[in-house]
């Protein structure tokens, strides 16, 4: 599918920005009415890493004026090309610590994406926003699209914070979001797998180091508490951005049958994961209404093809994905 076609599919046409017969790549819009923008090299095939090389800065400017990037028609990447124009763009890549989501180390600080069931949303988020440290940049590489499905919508985080009512914008702000989170119950990732380490006291030290709180219950139980930011200013763009997960870890977030048998199963702080404003009181519905809203208002997506790779400022645009049917590979590195 060529990328007029995979835009027209949402109905946008697309136009361009800048091309000359001097330059390696064209950049138009990915999509009308957003930031975001694609690269498409002058000629097939052409090596991003090559290109990154011999462009200077403009792959890095790209990412900070437009918040995410895709390169599209470029020679496809594997787990080490992917690891290698990472580096080359960001410098040293981060590890998957702390983790919320399943994923398996490809190669080196190359993972999978969340291996979550297919038939199953990822809703929009910035990636470990429910930390106090985070990515800046996020690389996807599409090595298997899916049959039908399967796309990586992306949105804008400064337009989600507009969008947001005041009342739930200032609740937020003012409070922050936190998490907790119950290990060892058997329904969600174990603490070993989620802090990386067999050792309770590298999980203690890490914690007290990071701001969380810790509880050790008996056995293989373990339940943190961790209260972090709702909205940041963007380091590129200088604009307030809604970055957090508060929607995502809610028990609501789940079908409403599985959230049901959780809330007769546990306690409100006994659940396996969930999300409070940060001094401990439940979220609103209606606040959480507006936050789904405000994300559902700004997503936009496009289907993927076989070596694409996405370039995303964290901070700036948040990323999920959708059901979908038939094999899918994405990798992906953090920086």
Request: with cysteine; hydrophobic share 35%.
């Amino acid at each position: 599918m060529s990328p007029e076609a995979g835009t027209k599919r949402f109905g946008r046409a697309r136009k361009s920005i800048s091309v000359s017969g001097e330059e390696l790549v064209r950049v138009a819009p990915l999509l009308e009415g957003t930031r975001a923008v694609s690269c498409t090299p002058a000629v097939p095939g052409l090596d991003a890493r090559e290109w990154l090389a011999s462009s200077g800065k403009t792959l890095a400017k790209l990412r900070v004026e437009h918040g995410a990037v895709l390169l599209r028609g470029f020679s496809p990447l594997d787990a080490t090309g992917l690891g290698e124009l990472a580096t080359a763009f960001a410098g040293e890549l981060r590890d998957y610590d702390n983790r919320s989501t399943p994923r398996t180390r490809v190669e080196d600080k190359v993972f999978t994406s969340t291996e979550y069931p297919s038939d199953q949303t990822i809703p929009l988020h910035n990636e470990m926003s429910y930390t106090a440290s985070w990515p800046d940049t996020l690389f996807l590489a599409c090595m298997v699209p899916a049959t039908e499905g399967g796309e990586t919508p992306l949105a804008d985080s400064a337009r989600i914070y507009d969008r947001m009512p005041d009342a739930t914008r200032e609740r937020f702000e003012r409070d922050g979001v936190m998490y907790v989170r119950n290990f060892g119950l058997g329904l969600d990732l174990s603490w070993q797998e989620a802090f990386q380490t067999e050792d309770r006291d590298e999980v203690s030290a890490f914690c007290e180091k990071n701001g969380i709180q810790t509880e050790w219950l008996g056995g293989e139980r373990l339940r943190t508490r961790h209260v972090v930011q709702a909205t940041v200013e963007s380091r590129a763009s200088g604009r307030k951005v809604w970055f957090n997960q508060a929607h995502l870890f809610h028990v609501s977030s789940l079908p409403a049958s599985v959230e049901r048998e959780l809330r007769e199963s546990f306690s409100e702080d006994e659940l396996p994961r969930n999300a409070l404003y940060g001094d401990g009181s439940p979220l609103d519905a209606a606040d959480l209404a507006n936050v789904r809203a405000a994300y559902a208002a700004e997503e936009i997506a496009f289907p993927w093809e076989a070596g694409d790779v996405v370039i995303v400022d964290n901070e700036q645009f948040a990323h999920g994905r959708r059901p979908y049917s038939g094999p899918r590979s994405v990798m992906v590195a953090m920086a």
